[in-house]
């Protein structure tokens, strides 16, 4: 699953957005303060990267550190009506579908909001516009700016010229 803003950020300057290979956690660097904001966030299919007074891009770095050390993200570990889980995706996705076959029983129009195409589930049992406008993940962007489009476009061949790659 790869994150727009991720795609968006790399389109203006390198090294200003880092995934973590581990963790799948997308993380801004100082680097942000060249890109445009507005493009950024609403590139995100949640509407989550805010700008900090810095001209930083910020957003939840969902604890890399702690997650590295073994240790669940802090909103997990404090959570205190035990909502939310962390882990493996495929096994937070069964327990999510697991969750959904319980409350069907009792709320028909539970579901999970985008199982398939961003790395958190949420599991609601009304629809999930009573909940917030960005519930659902939503990108409505008409397209792509032209330096993005490039970059996607001489993407490969810049990896192949790195040197040492090819020999």
């Keep these: 699953l790869e994150p ?18 581990d963790t799948g956690a997308v993380l801004y660097t100082e680097k942000t303060k060249k890109v445009p904001y507005e493009e950024v966030r609403d590139s995100c299919p949640y509407n989550i990267p805010r700008k900090a007074a810095s001209g930083q891009l910020v957003k939840c770095t969902m604890c890399v550190d702690r997650v590295s050390a073994g240790l669940l993200p802090a909103c997990v570990k404090t959570c205190p009506t035990g909502a939310m889980n962390f882990g493996d995706r495929d096994k937070m996705l069964a327990l999510a579908k697991k969750r959904l076959a ?4 009792k709320y028909p129009k539970a579901q999970l909001l985008d199982p398939d195409s961003v790395r958190t589930i949420y599991l609601v049992i009304d ?41």
């Design 102 to 105: 319980e409350l069907k029983k």
């Design 4 to 21: 727009p803003c991720k795609d968006t950020i790399e389109g203006y300057v390198d090294g200003a957005v880092i995934q973590d290979k």
């Design 127 to 167: 629809d999930p516009q009573k909940y917030h406008k960005f519930a659902i993940a939503s990108n409505d962007r008409k397209g792509i700016s032209r330096k993005l489009a490039m970059k996607k476009m001489l993407g490969p061949a810049r990896q192949l010229l790195k040197p040492g790659l090819l020999g």
